[in-house]
């Protein structure tokens, strides 16, 4: 009898953490499944001055995350660019920048 009620407390520990996670935690756990079958570089693509090349990488996107709906349009590689938390801070805040190396490196967006 107490195994039964362990057994159910358990279960419905674990409905209640996976609802936890919700939509857009779903959405996370795809685009991240998404960039472990994608074939990314293992150095930074923008090598702005000071670059680390190859350590602290990060994925940088074209838009704020907020802009992208699914876990497939976060991951298009035309949105996305491997950079080092360097480049990446740098690019992030100046949108103009933030363009002309994602145009140099993906092409237009549009495209």
Same mark, same amino acid.
């Given at each position: 009898?107490? /195994? *039964?009620?362990? /057994?159910? +407390? $358990?279960? =419905?520990?674990?409905?209640?953490? %996976?609802?936890? =996670?919700?939509? $857009? !935690? %779903?959405?996370?756990?795809?685009? $991240?499944? @998404?960039?472990? #079958?994608? +074939? %990314?570089?293992? /150095?930074?693509?923008?090598?702005? &001055? !000071?670059?680390?090349? !190859?350590?602290? @990488?990060?994925?940088?996107?074209?838009? $704020?995350? &907020?802009?992208?709906?699914?876990? #497939?349009? %976060?991951? +298009?590689?035309?949105?996305? =660019?491997?950079?080092?938390?360097?480049?990446?801070?740098? =690019?992030? *805040? +100046?949108?103009?920048?933030? #363009? &002309?190396?994602? *145009?140099?490196? /993906?092409?237009?967006?549009?495209?």
């Amino acid at each position: 009898m107490v /195994r *039964n009620a362990e /057994r159910k +407390d $358990k279960t =419905i520990m674990r409905r209640k953490a %996976l609802k936890r =996670i919700g939509k $857009k !935690g %779903l959405e996370n756990l795809k685009y $991240k499944a @998404l960039l472990k #079958e994608m +074939d %990314l570089p293992q /150095r930074c693509e923008v090598g702005l &001055s !000071g670059c680390m090349i !190859g350590l602290f @990488l990060t994925v940088a996107h074209r838009h $704020k995350r &907020s802009h992208y709906k699914t876990a #497939e349009e %976060l991951a +298009d590689i035309k949105q996305i =660019i491997i950079a080092c938390t360097l480049c990446h801070d740098t =690019i992030e *805040n +100046d949108k103009e920048l933030t #363009e &002309s190396v994602f *145009n140099k490196l /993906r092409g237009d967006e549009q495209n």
